[in-house]
């Protein structure tokens, strides 16, 4: 790090690198994007003119290989996410990787080695941990507020809300919903957990709806739209198991025929319980049942996230959201796909 300051290059850029990463760099202290990179040139050349960023190129091995950039933001198709992180983890930046980590196990070991071979930070881009009310959760959890959380429900039901383009498409994304929102939500709530082993999943994927003609219904649209092919799910229900005897239902959709859920978390515990949107405690004062709905601001997450990626990277701290936890989630959203396939509970 050159006079004191984090230059950073931006690995995809589209969506979520213009709308989400980008934006939260920019207002950091002392940080600056130094570099980005995407396989559609054009796209990646106006990016860089419309933020001012000096190395542009649509080879991202060029952008890994200038000494000056310290730290990588992986915002690609999740099929690119693995061969970038270990090259860039081998080229000794640090990354912050979105969800989810990888396409499937396999890929998420191997980039959890090229991170530790090469001790690196690694951030997994789990967002919603950087939400105040999901900060509020984990610090009632941590502090022992609910006892022992012993099971939990977690999920997202979007009636119609498949996005369009490469998410649907099995090799550019691994999977539908389970891998894309999903993984969102059972992050989350394993996280409230305090981030128990996982041992088994049984779990139903379904694809019944598809490319549907709904009007009037709003959806996120990726910046390559056009040959769009329906081959992952497009909802699915699941139960996992872990080792200290805990268990987890999720139930996510795209679309289904049924009320939309907004991301949702209960968790239960032996002293007390929580749900978050909307964020209530529940618990027992003097002997009466109480509700409660502690106070905060709503916070800019991803604006959280990037803050304390960077804040890693200067004080040599590790990520409450490490590689680790990556793989393990990795192998709870498999375990789903893997038991579906089945017809039956699958043995992580
Ligand atoms: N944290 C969140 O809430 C959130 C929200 C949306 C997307 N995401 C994640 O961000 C990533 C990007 O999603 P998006 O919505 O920005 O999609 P996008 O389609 O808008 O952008 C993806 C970019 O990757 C590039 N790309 C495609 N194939 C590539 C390849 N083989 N190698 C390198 N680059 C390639 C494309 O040219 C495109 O510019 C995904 O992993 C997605 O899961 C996270």
């Known amino acids: ?40 040139s054009d796209r990646a050349k106006d990016a860089a003119n419309k933020f001012g960023i000096k190395y542009v190129s649509d080879n991202y091995k060029e952008i890994i290989d200038i000494e000056e950039i310290d730290a990588v933001s992986i915002c690609t198709t999740n099929d690119a996410h693995a061969e970038i992180a270990i ?10 990787c979105e969800k989810p980590m990888a396409m499937n196990v396999k890929e998420a070991e191997d980039m959890l080695k090229a991170a530790r071979d090469n001790n690196i930070i690694f951030m997994m881009g789990f967002v919603n941990r950087f939400r105040s009310d999901s900060k509020l959760i984990k610090e009632f959890a941590d502090a022992g507020k609910f006892g022992e959380i012993y099971y939990a429900k977690t999920g997202w039901f979007r009636r119609r809300g498949t996005p369009l383009g490469w998410f649907t498409n099995l090799s550019k994304s691994g999977g539908g919903p389970v891998i894309d929102i999903g993984v969102h939500v059972i992050d989350l709530t394993w996280y409230f957990m305090g981030r128990p082993k996982p041992i088994s999943v049984s779990a139903v994927t379904y694809n019944k709806i598809g490319n549907y003609k709904t009007k009037g219904v709003s959806r996120w649209i990726a910046l390559d739209a056009d040959n769009i092919v329906f081959e992952t799910e497009d909802s699915a229900s699941a139960f996992i198991r872990f080792e200290n005897g805990a268990a987890m239902t999720v139930d996510v959709s795209w679309a289904i025929n049924g009320k939309d859920t907004g991301i949702y978390s209960d968790i239960f515990g032996t002293k007390a319980g ?47 959201a490490p590689p680790e936890d990556g793989l393990e989630v990795q192998k709870m959203l498999n375990g789903i796909y893997d038991s579906a396939k089945l017809g039956k509970e699958v043995i992580l």
């Open 274 to 320: 929580a749900s978050l949107n909307p964020l209530v405690i529940y618990d027992e004062q003097e002997n009466y049942l109480v509700d409660s709905t502690p106070v905060i601001n709503p916070e800019n997450s991803f604006d959280n996230e990037i803050s304390h990626f960077i804040e890693c990277i200067r004080e040599g701290k590790e990520p409450i």
């Open 1 to 40: 790090m050159k006079d004191n300051r984090i230059r950073i290059g931006i690995l995809g850029a589209g969506n979520i690198a213009q709308n989400a990463h980008i934006p939260s760099y920019l207002k950091q202290k002392d940080v600056e994007i130094a570099g980005i990179f995407d396989i559609n």
């Open 87 to 96: 090259a860039a983890a081998n080229a000794g930046k640090h990354i912050l």
